[in-house]
């Protein structure tokens, strides 16, 4: 397991270009992150590309709905 | 009446008329004032109203009327459920700015309907978003085995007002592993049916393709009254199954002969500390099962629930994240942003990694009825703390007490927490799974450990 996957990312391990790539693609969808959240959004996106990661590229087949 | 006193036998009395109802709820409204300051497991109490409904039960066994099969049974639901009259709170401030439900959740009105007396709402992760009932609004709600220990989450509030004697019976929602990780760290039983077996109307929905609702209770007895009161088809639940189910009831006490029974390991051994990978063993024991299996790709199917629960729940309080930013509880609102801003072609590959988790599953149940693994990959780690040991490996608590539970949530497995206590005296569940519709199965296995003194519900009267 990864430390991405065990989700240690840490807050203060963010980049200025990360930080700034979050502001932009927040704003992109209507939000404005308080200055105080910016790293930890930041360490929950790179936390949350990790598990992408770990996803991988399954078949690509159309998304299903998923029914019992 | 103890605290420790069944539902099945507090129902009994009832429509035998040892004791009233109205006599139950009051009971347990008492026992929610004078205890749960310790605990923090209550958000809300319906006083007029439980005592109201009770009375009505009292009414119809004066009557002899049949009051349902939980009459006068007191129970608590996490605070995202609908309770006509009230505010639904889901964990969050901004919800209080609504309006009273108008009615019931269904799954309230159906155990109503059996009898049962709702008296509480119980405290949760905000939204559902987190296994600790850390909560910035309503404080954290602490085990009742050891009050300096969290008692787990997201429905920490429910299993812990159970595991504590103010209720018997509570109903909590499960998205990653919200029943039964409190369950397991609460020494309480948590059942997760299949996907679409028990509806979801009336409640606050976290993660649309993976929320289901579901019982906690002290018995296996209990949470099969329970469920097959909750089971059934219902219009207003667009993902309700209309797949007629077993009831589960009849069958306790029929044992485990001609079940086909496994040990998960792989992933659910390498996720589990000694201590969870020892109740295993001994509940593997005790059912005569020398069989291991490994479930394929399960890792990747936890990375894809956390992607799906990630995206899902971004979207859908984007709108509210707009407007109401300031408002959400600091501890998730970072994580609902992250996932509003994560790009689609990351879920879409999530939902085809489930599909593909789907057929391994599919497979594997071929060939076995009940998987047995932990529940949690440790017991209750203490409030405050921010990591957890797991054979070696640091793991942060509010992001990983969920890896073993969150697999078969992804492909809408019914599973069923039953308690067992670990090396160090705490509450400790062995996680039982089956395959679509097949609580059936659970019951025989969860009831079986339990007549054998193996599973005992924990908690103490605080």
Redesign the interface.
Known sequence: ?SAT????DSVDDRTDGELAA?LT??RQ??????PG?LA??????S???G??A????????P?????? | MTWTTTAVELAARVRGGDVTAVELASQSLADIAARDGALNSVTDVFTERALDDAARVDRAVHDGKDPGPLAGVPFAVKNLFDVAGSRTRAGSVIELDRPPAATDAEAVRRLRRAGAIVVAATNMDEYAHGFTTENAHSGTTRNPADLRRLAGGSSGGSAAAVAGGLVPLALGSDTNGSIRVPSSLCGTYGLKP????VSRAGTVLFVT?LDHVGPIARSSADLALAFDALAGYDSADP?S?D?PGEPCSPILGRGVDGLRLAVAVGHFEETADGSAQEVVRRAARELGVDREVVVPRS??AC??A??IT?AEAGQRH?AQ??VR??DYD?AV???L??????PAA???????????YRSVVEDLFADVDVLLTATTPCSAPLIGQRTMDVRG????V???MGLLAQPWAL??LPALSVPMTGRDGLPLGVQLVAA??REASLFRVASTLEAAGVAVAAGRAV
């Open positions: 397991m996957e065990r989700g240690q979050v693609a927040a969808v209507g939000l404005a992150i308080a959240d930890a959004v930041s360490a929950h996106l936390l949350l590309l598990f992408a770990v996803v991988g590229d399954p078949v690509p087949e998304a299903p709905v998923y029914r019992p | 299949t996907f679409g077996r393709s993902v199954s797949r890792r990747e990375a894809a956390s992607v990630s984007l994240l707009r930013e300031a600091p609102r970072p994580g942003i992250a996932g509003a801003l994560l990351h879920y879409l590959a999530a939902q085809r990694l489930r599909a593909e490996e640091e793991l942060l509010g992001m990983s492909v809408g679509p519709f």
